[in-house]
């Protein structure tokens, strides 16, 4: 099992900051991906940001505020996040592809339990 853990979330002013972090840990021999997503209530969950080996991926709406890195020994994702807007609430899910041992096959999608991000206007 992979278990992940996420922290960072908070209530802050439009315009400010936050970073969130993700740590991976349990059984663990690869990781394809590592990102972020995000939900409202109502809506669909959203990819926010995503780190493969080719590259990184943003939702349009983020692209130039928000950066997405990764830190491998640790196995742990960043998504640091500037110029907050309203519109960036919502409650931001870790989400990690990864193979968990060497004769798996396939890999498989992990989730964490959310962190809440409040921006107050």
């Known amino acids: 099992q992979v278990q992940l853990v996420e922290s960072g979330g908070d209530l802050v002013q439009a315009g400010g900051s936050l970073r969130l972090s993700c740590a991976a840990s349990?059984?663990?021999?690869?990781?394809?991906?590592m990102g972020w997503y995000r939900q409202v209530p109502g809506k669909q969950r959203e990819l926010v940001a995503i780190?493969?080996?080719?590259?990184?991926d943003y939702t349009d709406s983020v692209k130039g505020r928000f950066t997405i890195s990764r830190d491998n020994p640790k196995n742990t994702v960043y998504l640091q996040m500037n110029s907050l807007k309203p519109e960036d609430t919502a409650v931001y899910y870790c989400y990690v592809d990864a193979k968990p041992s060497s004769w798996s096959r396939v890999s498989y999608g992990y989730w964490g339990q959310g962190t809440q991000v409040t921006v107050s206007s």
């Open positions: 780190i493969r080996k080719g590259g990184t």
């Open positions: 349990g059984s663990i021999f690869s990781i394809n991906a």
